[in-house]
């Protein structure tokens, strides 16, 4: 069954860049009934969605975070990834890459039907 | 943009009551873009209920969808221990893509 397992540095400096990749396993990216995006929880909070990539390339943004944003696929790879630049204390969470579907499905609607384990990010000098 | 709003903000239940937790948007959405995820902590989210009121693959029939236009919610039956979390409605759209609520914890009583 397919898999998504965040990576990447666990503490960033503020005003650096944060750089994550979401590797995808037991099934293939290019798949084009799904996007592949991020999300993300600070600490005690709730859930926002940064953005999300099509296999094409095709990207979505929230427009909160548009601006920072950048999110890319490698599909030689199966994975896809989060920059998000000039990070403040703010964007200290735990971020989650996940899948969801580019149409309505029977078996998930439009819903984010798998989520990757998530990755604790600090933002800290 | 449309904006979920979840209540209560915590309720608390015992074990073998029902549960009803509310999301309402601030605009009528299409009842194919509301789901509900629970979290517990330290993990990561896992889907509920799509579309409203389907239930995603391996939830108990416990738990339960309702609602359109604005009013939408999640009914849990008879509560079992496993069921004391955080949960989340999200509405599908255009701009952003995703939307949340802000959450309502489940907490044992």
């Known amino acids: 069954h397919l898999q998504l397992q965040e990576s990447g540095p666990g503490l960033v400096k503020p005003s650096e860049t944060l750089s994550l990749t979401c590797t995808v396993s037991?099934?293939?990216?290019?798949?084009?009934?799904?996007?592949w995006g991020w999300i993300r929880q600070p600490p005690g909070k709730g859930l926002e969605w940064i953005g999300s990539?099509?296999?094409?390339?095709?990207?979505y943004y929230n427009p909160s975070l548009k601006s920072r944003v950048t999110i890319s696929v490698d599909t030689s790879k199966n994975q896809f990834s989060l920059k998000l630049s000039s990070v403040t204390a703010a964007d200290t969470a735990v971020y989650y890459c996940?899948?969801?579907?580019?149409?309505?499905?029977?078996?998930?609607?439009?819903?984010?039907?798998?989520w990757g384990q998530g990755t604790m990010v600090t933002v800290s000098s | 943009e449309i904006v979920l709003t979840q209540s209560p903000g915590t309720l608390s239940l015992s074990p073998g009551e029902g549960a009803t937790l509310s999301c309402r948007a601030s605009?009528?959405?299409?009842?194919?873009?509301l789901a509900w995820y629970q979290q517990k902590p330290g993990q990561a989210p896992r889907l509920l209920i799509y579309g409203a009121s389907n239930r995603a693959t391996g939830i108990p029939d416990r738990f339960s969808g309702s609602g359109s236009g604005t009013d939408f919610t999640l009914t849990i039956s008879r509560l079992e221990p496993e069921d004391f979390a955080v949960y989340y409605c999200q509405h599908y759209g255009s701009s952003p893509l995703y939307t949340f609520g802000q959450g309502t914890k489940l907490e044992i009583k």
């Open positions: 037991g099934g293939s990216i290019s798949s084009s009934t799904y996007y």
């Open positions: 996940a899948r969801s579907p580019s149409r309505y499905l029977d078996s998930s609607g439009y819903s984010i039907d798998i």
């Open positions: 990539i099509y296999y094409s390339g095709s990207t």
């Open positions: 605009q009528s959405v299409g009842t194919s873009n």
